[in-house]
């Protein structure tokens, strides 16, 4: 566990439960059978300490408080990560710790209908932010929240999906007429992974008539590849038409901020390159995070913790539920 003498706000949200370190709210949680640490682990194994610590507080907190539901109980643990910013970072300034909570406690509201990770389809981020949502979600809805990966590329949709056990949606998209034709859809496993629908586009234009088929009203953008060739502008688009249909669309940029995005779609763009994919997301998310969709490291570069930000957003779900199951027992 890391020391907490150099961060006064994990110092405070310890002191509001009489603790003074957080191996004791490692403890307080394997009282009430949450166990954190394994949790965040199990969803990204590439995670740092620092992760498991940040989200063994916030569960601490939404215990302690008495959470009355798994949203309330998200809401809380993005307290407990916003606790672990480094002052005066940009992980700070945005409130990467509090836009988390928020995230995972609009996924737990059964206003939200379908949620969608706005992939680069070269990573497994997303897929480990999907599985974790999948797997747990539902328990605290009365409706089920639809799950779809939506990213560029049939293949590595394909490859994703027969790895993790997902649903392969293959589409061809009509570019005279605008519409999308479903030609094949290849279930992978029978269990809460099948459900998760894994798409394949060829470019934007299909990218966002996928977004409009499954009417997704909640997304998170990867932000480790293709984001300025795919998802930025996926996103943008889909916010402008939805916008014009007086239909609702909370949009999460995942990354940016870090000045290193050197990926061969972003040099492309000249001097602009430099923290293209951070400028692109602000035109269009209703939540930014900062760092990475799916790298540890380039997440903690931005004074946060050191997991990818579509795995956390499986991490926050998954012990928001825990703990309004640990409330009810």
Known sequence: ??????????????????????????????????????????????????????????????????????????????????????????????????????????????????????????????????????LNVNKSRKNPLKVILNGLGKDAAYLISRINGFTYVRTQYDYQTGELVETERRRFSNGPRGEILCYGADDVREGVAIMHREEVDVSITGNSTNPTRFQHPVAGIYKAERTRQGLPYFSVASGGGTGRTLHPDNVAAGPASYGMTDTMGRMHADAQFAGSSSVPAHVAMMGFIGMGNNPMVGATVALAVAVSESQRA
């Open 1 to 134: 566990m890391m020391n907490t003498q150099f961060n006064e706000s994990v110092t405070r949200a310890l002191a509001e439960m009489n603790f003074d370190s957080l191996a004791q709210a490692e403890q307080y949680c394997k009282a009430h059978n949450v166990d954190p640490k394994t949790l965040v682990m199990d969803t990204q194994p590439i995670a740092f300490e620092s992760a498991a610590d940040a989200y063994t507080l916030g569960t601490a907190m939404a215990l302690f408080r008495k959470a009355s539901n798994a949203e309330q109980a998200a809401n809380i643990i993005g307290e407990g990560l916003q606790a672990f910013t480094k002052p005066g970072s940009v992980a700070e300034q945005r409130q990467v710790g509090i836009g988390h909570g928020a995230l995972a406690a609009r996924l737990l509201n059964e206003e939200s209908h379908c949620f969608a990770f706005l992939a680069g389809h070269e990573s497994f981020a997303a897929a480990e932010g999907a599985i974790k949502i999948a």
